[in-house]
């Protein structure tokens, strides 16, 4: 183990694959595929620097649970609006 140049935490040395490595590599959008071929043993590589998924997964929810929340107090609304539209519709049938 050695702190090298990550302050926080703990360090570890470890073996990981090319696709592996690609995967992590799909997370961080600006690396390309590229820099796999430059690559030696010995050289790092901060695989910590990938897109950040379970804050964009807890935005999107909470988006989510606001429109569900703002569609539930327009639905009387929606549904009154409704068979409103539907009583016309049969005034005007009948009167046919």
Known sequence: MSEGPYPKGKTYIC??????????????????GDEL???????????????DFRSAILAASLQMKEGYDAFVKAVPVM???????????????SAE
């Open 15 to 32: 073996e990981i694959s090319v696709s592996e490595l690609r995967k992590v590599m799909d997370k961080a959008g600006y690396r390309d």
């Open 37 to 51: 071929e430059k690559l030696k043993a010995g050289t790092d590589f901060p695989i910590d620097e990938g897109f």
């Open 79 to 93: 549904t009154q609006f409704a068979s409103l539209v539907a009583g016309a519709e049969a005034k005007k049938e």
